[in-house]
Structures are given as structure tokens and as C-alpha cells.
């Protein structure tokens, strides 16, 4: 089965600071990616998706990129934080044949401050 | 284009009453539907999911959905509420891509 891993589990970083969030997924091989940010009391907001090494698409222009070096490795970041990046940030992965069932991972909380 | 709209944004029941958490959703095509639930800063556990087989669907922990066509509505039951059942649900219409439900925050009192 899969496993979807997320590093850091929480974080901490000062208005303007670079961000890089990891995701990797074990167990599954050419899954679809995403990253999805939730805000304080509001739903999943999709940030980005891959279908592929070095195909990603973004749904919402903003100051954060992702990219993915490798089949199963999953990265977003940011040149400079802003204090509206705080949330809390999901990797997941779209289970091949399963109706689009996405899987998620235990997510990074993120701290602008 | 699909979409889902999540009736309620926070329901409050005693333990041992019964659950209700409504969901009606939009959708151009046969959408697969999913039930999602969030403990405080934990990742999305899948509840159940409907895929055009039966339309009761049996999830963990007790809890089901069912599906009905005519009232566009994936409602997410439990005969019974457990302290433990305290959490976010998130319920969730996908054809193409998945669309979420803005979340009900579920608080189960003793």
C-alpha cells in the first residue's frame, strides 16, 4: 500500500525566508501529485499538481512554486515568505484506477510570523 | 464542472445520538463521490466513497452514505456518536478532478 511522507511535520519561519516543503510517496509507481494548502477555518484550497517529472501545473498564481524532481518526490517553495503562507499544507497522491481517490499525507504546518 | 456544497458548517451532538452531516453536490456527468475526515493536524483518512455501485455506502468507524440522484445529496450518517468521532469531514464530488466541500466541523459533547 501507499505511504505519502511529509517533511517538516511543523515549521516556523520569519516574513521573507525561502520555504521548501517535501513529499514522497512509497508504494505506488507514475502517481499524479498535488499540494493543497488549508488556511485557519477554511476547506483545501489545490496549490499545485503533476502528472509528471517536470510537469506541473498551479491553480493559484501566488509567491510558492513546486516541482518534481523525481517520480515520487514532490516539492513546493517560496523565494520569500509572506505572513498569508501560514496553514496547513497536504501532499496527496491520485491512486491509479480508484475512481480518483487521492490519498493524503499527514501534512506540514506551517508558522509565517 | 462539478461542485459540492457542505450544508453545514459545524454540528454539535451529544454521545450516543445520532449524526447527520448533509452534502449536496453539482455535476454535468456521473460524479464518484467521497466522504473525508480530518483530526486536528492529521492528514485526510478516507471515510467511504461512492463509484455507481450501491448507492448505501458502508465507510469505517460506523459511519454511511447515501447516494440519492433525485436530491443530488451525499449525506454522511452514524447511528451513534463516539467522542472519538470529533474531527473536520470533508465531503468531496470528483469527475474529472476532485472538488471539496468547504468542511463541518463535527463536536461531539459527553
Known amino acids: 500500500s501507499q505511504t505519502i511522507h511529509q517533511w517538516p511535520a511543523t515549521l516556523v519561519q520569519p516574513v521573507g525566508s525561502p520555504l521548501s516543503l517535501e513529499c514522497t510517496v512509497e508504494g505506488t509507481s507514475n502517481p499524479n501529485l498535488y499540494w493543497y494548502r488549508q488556511a485557519a477555518g477554511r476547506g483545501l484550497q489545490l496549490l499545485f499538481y503533476s502528472v509528471g517529472i517536470g510537469q506541473i501545473s498551479s491553480e493559484v498564481p501566488q509567491n510558492l512554486s513546486a516541482s518534481r524532481p523525481q517520480d515520487r518526490q514532490f516539492i513546493l517553495s517560496s523565494k520569500k515568505l509572506l505572513l498569508s503562507d501560514s496553514g496547513f499544507y497536504l501532499c496527496?497522491?491520485?491512486?491509479?484506477?480508484?475512481?480518483?481517490?487521492?490519498?493524503f499525507g499527514p501534512g506540514t504546518r506551517l508558522t509565517v510570523l | 464542472a462539478q461542485s459540492v456544497t457542505q450544508l453545514d458548517s459545524h454540528v454539535s451532538v451529544s454521545e450516543g445520538t445520532p449524526v447527520l452531516l448533509r452534502c449536496n453536490y453539482s455535476s454535468s456527468y456521473s460524479p464518484s463521490l467521497f466522504w473525508y475526515v480530518q483530526h486536528p493536524n492529521k492528514g485526510l483518512q478516507l471515510l467511504l466513497k461512492?463509484?455507481?455501485?450501491?448507492?448505501l455506502v458502508k465507510g469505517i468507524n460506523g459511519f454511511e452514505a447515501e447516494f440519492k440522484k433525485s436530491e443530488t445529496s451525499f449525506h454522511l450518517t452514524k447511528p451513534s456518536a463516539h467522542m472519538s468521532d470529533a474531527a473536520e469531514y470533508f465531503c468531496v464530488v470528483s469527475v474529472s478532478d476532485m472538488r471539496f466541500g468547504a468542511g463541518t466541523r463535527l463536536t461531539v459533547k459527553p
Open positions: 496527496a497522491c491520485r491512486l491509479a484506477g480508484r475512481y480518483n481517490e487521492q490519498f
Open positions: 461512492y463509484t455507481s455501485a450501491a448507492t
